[in-house]
């Protein structure tokens, strides 16, 4: 049978905030366009660019910065290494100047006001998160480019999206969870060692392990960040940052130099479950207010649920002994694949499947590696993802105002706790009596997804977007 193969660093991207399918997405989109024109002529031939953005893209784009996104992808600056700090300026120039650098080699007329239009009321037909480039030449001639962002920053091109099974061939095929267990039960392997056998296909071990650690210092940093910044988040919704001031408040003024420092200061404060619930709060709220500040993020398996798996891999490494680099591969590992199976059976997006698509999926993804760095079978860790899952399905996803902001900030929280808690249950369970398998909760979660209404799929048309207004905030 063909199947999808996705890599670890499909999964886990480095990108900035505050939406993988609403910012980054469009952002690779952007940066594709830029490359197909090269193809086709220069960039010194190209008189005009007009971007159309349409469905989820138009709805939430203000708020998760999808505008912002477009312009810097076409001036080719790369989101996994551009100064965050430098976007605010970058984008007044473009505002005050009527100017974009286009490939970061030339310079052309766009008014973001005429030049990107945001099309609230039409959809395209493949995926709600849509955008076409319009490309007019100065030799008279015109063509355009149309992108899907589908979600954890994975973007298809129109005509395209046929040709997903890759060439790539994998020594353990996967699909779904009976494939991944399959091939545990045939070789005898962990979760995590045969994601690493699958992943020798692309690259080496030491790159594997290099490369795995990176996203981990990604997401440390963006932790640390978070958990030592102060002030109001951008977005007009006046909502303070929690993380820092909670921070502060569980160490009780202990001093510390650095994040390694700050972890031991963490551990000395004990077993408490309050203090322990606290923390792991702490930690999701400092990974999400970072990401709806334009900060630099991991997509785990989006930006709007990235602060789940760095949260429940701190609560690994501060509370249960997880502070080494082979067990925090292994529960990258682990997490990745259990995302790449919902991404295959039903979706990681949340304009097509709620928000059950985004931090339902992260806690399962957390759950299953958790459950396999405490010790638990491959089953047991398959049976964390589903309990993790099952929980979360019919999850809408209703930003107020389109920004990545409320709820989206404290069901990072709940996502963190739901999957520790789906972890103790499966260590404590035996799997071969479960009533429900990992495959049927994805095939209920995607058949939820085609269900639920598309006012509670990220356009900010119902829920929470639409009971509460702005002058309440």
């Known amino acids: 049978m063909p199947h999808e193969a996705i890599s670890v660093f499909d999964m886990f991207k480095i990108g900035v905030g505050p939406s993988s399918s609403h910012t980054l997405g469009p952002w690779r ?5 830029i490359e197909t024109i090269k193809q086709k002529t220069s960039l010194n031939n190209v008189k005009q660019i007009d971007i159309l953005l349409y469905g989820s893209l138009a709805k939430t784009g203000k708020g998760h910065g999808t505008d912002i996104a477009v312009m810097l992808g076409l001036c080719n600056e790369d989101p996994v290494t551009i100064d965050v700090n430098s976007i605010d300026d970058k984008i007044k120039f473009i505002h005050q100047n009527n100017q974009l650098n286009i490939g970061g080699e030339t310079t052309i007329d766009f008014n973001p006001n005429n030049n990107l239009q945001f099309l609230f009321t ?3 037909p493949f995926h709600p998160n849509g955008l076409s480039f319009l490309v007019e030449l100065n030799d008279g001639e015109a063509f355009s480019e149309t992108y899907y962002s589908i979600g954890g920053g994975f973007v298809v091109k129109e005509n395209e999206e046929n040709n997903k099974k890759s060439n790539v061939v994998l020594p353990f095929p996967i699909n779904t969870a009976k494939d991944l267990l399959h091939w545990c039960m045939k070789t005898g ?3 995590s060692e ?3 056998e699958n992943e020798s296909a692309w690259r080496n071990e030491q790159q594997i392990n290099d490369g795995v650690l990176d996203i981990w210092k990604a997401m440390k940093d963006c932790m640390y960040r978070g958990c030592h910044t102060k002030g109001m988040l951008p977005g007009g919704l006046h909502v303070n940052r929690r993380a820092s001031a909670l921070n502060k408040k569980l160490l009780k003024d202990k001093a510390y130099t650095d994040y390694e420092s700050w972890i031991e200061v963490i551990k000395q404060g ?3 479950f309050q203090y322990i619930l606290d923390w792991v709060s702490c930690f999701a709220l400092a ?8 900060g630099r993020v991991v997509t785990a398996p989006t930006n709007g649920a990235a602060g789940v798996i760095p949260a429940v891999l701190m609560y690994y490494i501060a509370f249960c002994d997880g502070n080494d680099e082979t067990k925090i591969i292994k529960f990258l590992l682990t997490a990745s694949e259990i995302g790449s199976i919902f991404k295959k059976g039903a979706t990681i997006s949340a304009a097509m499947g709620g928000c059950q698509a985004e931090i339902g999926v992260s806690s399962a993804m957390a759950a299953a590696a958790l459950t396999e760095c405490m010790g638990g079978t491959q089953k047991q860790a398959c049976m964390a993802a589903e309990i993790a899952m099952e929980h979360h399905l019919g999850l809408t996803c209703d930003p107020i105002a389109g920004l990545v902001q409320v709820p989206c900030i404290e069901r990072n929280t709940m996502g963190a706790i739901k999957a520790i808690t789906a972890s103790q249950l499966a260590l404590q369970s035996m799997p071969d009596f479960a009533k429900v398998s990992l495959d049927k909760v994805i095939e209920t979660m995607w058949n939820t997804a085609l269900d639920m209404n598309s006012k509670y799929k990220e356009t900010a048309d119902g829920g929470l977007a639409l009971s509460v207004s702005l002058a309440e905030c």
């Open 29 to 33: 989109a952007a940066m594709r366009c």
């Open 122 to 124: 039409e959809t395209l």
């Open 189 to 191: 392997m962990s979760i």
């Open 194 to 196: 045969v994601v690493a």
């Open 270 to 272: 004990g077993f408490n």
């Open 287 to 294: 990974v999400n207010e970072e990401n709806a500040s334009f």
